[in-house]
């Protein structure tokens, strides 16, 4: 019973900055990790950025030096700062969570509805 809201996906010139926001709200008892997952058409979805609250985080090799990825926590909300974009960096962008809706439920993943970020050169 979580839901995540995306903002902050538009269009950008190549070498420019867009920052993504991530919020999850609902029935929350816990959340383990937050991030982003990306897809371009005619490729395969990756995993950009993943916080392991409580532990570190994790990027993609393409993205490392130029994204960063924070959270609130006292907001269950998650940051990524995408600098230095590259028209490779085109896609839909899907935040996720990994929580538990209650103290007796599994863990699972939930997904936002994604934010489109286009950077042209």
């Known amino acids: 019973q979580v839901q995540l809201v995306e903002s902050g996906g538009g269009l950008v010139q190549a070498g420019g900055s867009l920052r993504l926001s991530c919020a999850a709200s609902?029935?929350?008892?816990?959340?383990?990790?937050m991030g982003w997952y990306r897809q371009a058409p005619g490729k395969q979805r990756e995993l950009v950025a993943g916080?392991?609250?409580?532990?570190?985080?994790n990027y993609v090799d393409s993205v490392k030096g130029r994204f960063t990825a924070s959270r609130d926590g006292a907001k269950n909300t998650v940051y990524l700062q995408m600098n230095s974009l590259k028209p490779e960096d085109t896609a839909l962008y899907y935040c996720?969570?990994?929580?538990?809706?209650?103290?007796?439920?599994?863990?699972?993943?939930?997904w936002g509805q994604g934010t489109q970020v286009t950077v042209f050169s």
């Open positions: 916080l392991i609250f409580g532990g570190s985080t």
């Open positions: 609902g029935s929350i008892f816990r959340i383990n990790a």
């Open positions: 996720y969570a990994n929580a538990y809706a209650s103290a007796g439920s599994n863990l699972r993943a939930y």
